[in-house]
């Protein structure tokens, strides 16, 4: 059974204009560093796959621009921008910047393109939330990067693209926005940014116990979130019920004018960070839901460190909002693409699967609906 059937609002204006896909080649060879989770490359597979599999029309690709300080500082202490900016031209920051501002730590190390890569991604959610200004569906691979604070870099994250990208909504007008929030790690900064707003429902679906300890299940953001950690293990099953008992029909209810989806990797199995067990068709039939209840979508990245997990999902993501068949098998071309990938340092990498190379889509995880995810959505009156 997918989701569609929940859905009763109906929003045929998506389906008016194709969507579009915002890439950049900044991801291209960009690492935060040999034994970092994000040395893995991500955005640019997935531009490489959609390419190899013929999955862009003329007019459907845009390049991510870079965001110029003055739009940062919409959300972000000038300071810290500035500080961002001198620790690519130095390549280095002092203990004093380190204390002050996150930066030159283990998660978040300075790295050749550590203000000119963030600075993309915000641009780049940024313009998405530009272009659905009329209606529209965009998926923007690089944005997602969820836990950045006003003045601090955080969780692998220097600026937040997500609460930029609301920001730039509601400036466009929006008055009721949708976040939901399909990463394994709550969505702290997006949290802290618009905590207590009356315009922003945030949905945040993450693995308790986990970094950043933040979001527990009576955590509302001042009235303005619905936080539900998930334990370890989640299923296709579980992740259904979630979405058809609480997710979906609190989005029906309120009718939102855009909705953004951080669609995070991490809740895969095969992640090598958390311990969810979601096969990607948990996250395509999100998409088809939330499709149909908002005129307007913006799907976002986040986190995911398997290569082959993030690839796959993006890429099918992509697809999913194209109304393309997912192929059994795939070409050859988009298979060379997979099969060149490597996970340096992770046993994952040593011998992969052959269906990681073949297919986009995974079987599907199906399991038992746990009774501590039934009272929990009962805590939370679903
Ligand atoms: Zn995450």
Redesign the pocket.
């Known amino acids: 059974m997918g989701l569609d059937g929940s859905a009763t609002a109906q929003a045929a204006d998506t389906a008016l204009r194709p969507p579009v896909f915002i890439g950049s080649e900044i991801y291209r060879g960009s690492s935060y560093g040999a034994w970092h989770p994000l040395r893995i490359p991500r955005v640019s597979t997935v531009m490489d796959l959609i390419r190899a599999l013929n999955w862009l029309e003329p007019g459907q690709y845009r390049n991510s621009p870079r965001a110029k300080p003055k739009a940062l500082h919409i959300w972000h202490d000038p300071a810290y921008v500035s500080a961002l900016q001198a620790a690519e031209a130095a390549g280095s920051v002092s203990e004093a910047i380190r204390m002050r501002h996150g930066l030159g730590t283990t998660a978040n190390p300075v790295f050749p393109q550590v203000f000119r890569r963030p600075a993309t991604s915000a641009g780049g959610t940024m313009l998405a939330a530009e272009l659905v200004a009329d209606g529209g569906v965009v998926h923007v691979p690089g944005g997602g990067t969820?836990?950045a604070l006003p003045d601090r870099a955080n969780?692998?994250c220097y600026l937040n693209d997500p609460v930029l990208c609301l920001l730039r909504l509601r400036a466009l007008g929006m008055r009721r926005i949708a976040y939901v929030d399909i990463?394994?790690?709550h969505c702290d900064g997006v949290a802290h940014g618009f905590h207590g707003a009356g315009d922003v429902r945030m949905f945040s679906v993450?693995e308790e116990r986990r970094w950043p300890y933040t979001g527990a299940i009576d955590d509302t953001a001042g009235g303005a979130a619905v936080n539900l950690p998930v334990p370890r293990g989640l299923n296709d099953t579980e992740m259904r019920a979630i979405a058809i008992r609480l997710i979906l029909p609190r989005l029906a209810d309120w009718a939102p004018d855009a909705i953004v989806l951080q669609c995070?990797a991490?809740?895969l199995l095969e992640d090598p960070?958390?311990r969810l067990a979601l096969s990607n068709n948990a996250h395509f039939d999100m998409i088809r839901a939330l499709r149909r209840l908002s005129p307007r979508l913006i799907v976002m990245g986040?986190?995911?460190?398997n290569p082959w997990t993030v690839a796959r999902l993006w890429t099918g993501v992509w697809g999913v909002l194209n109304d393309r068949a997912m192929p059994a098998v795939l070409p050859p071309a988009a298979q060379a693409v997979l099969r060149a990938l490597s996970f340096p340092g992770n046993r994952l990498g040593k011998n992969p699967p052959e269906h990681w190379f073949t297919t986009l889509q995974d079987a599907p995880r199906e399991g038992p609906l746990r009774p501590e995810i039934t009272a929990r959505l009962a805590t939370l009156g679903a």
Not at 302 to 305: A, D, H, I, S, V
């Open positions: 969820h836990h969780g692998f990463d394994a790690h993450h995070g991490d809740m960070l958390s986040g986190g995911g460190y």
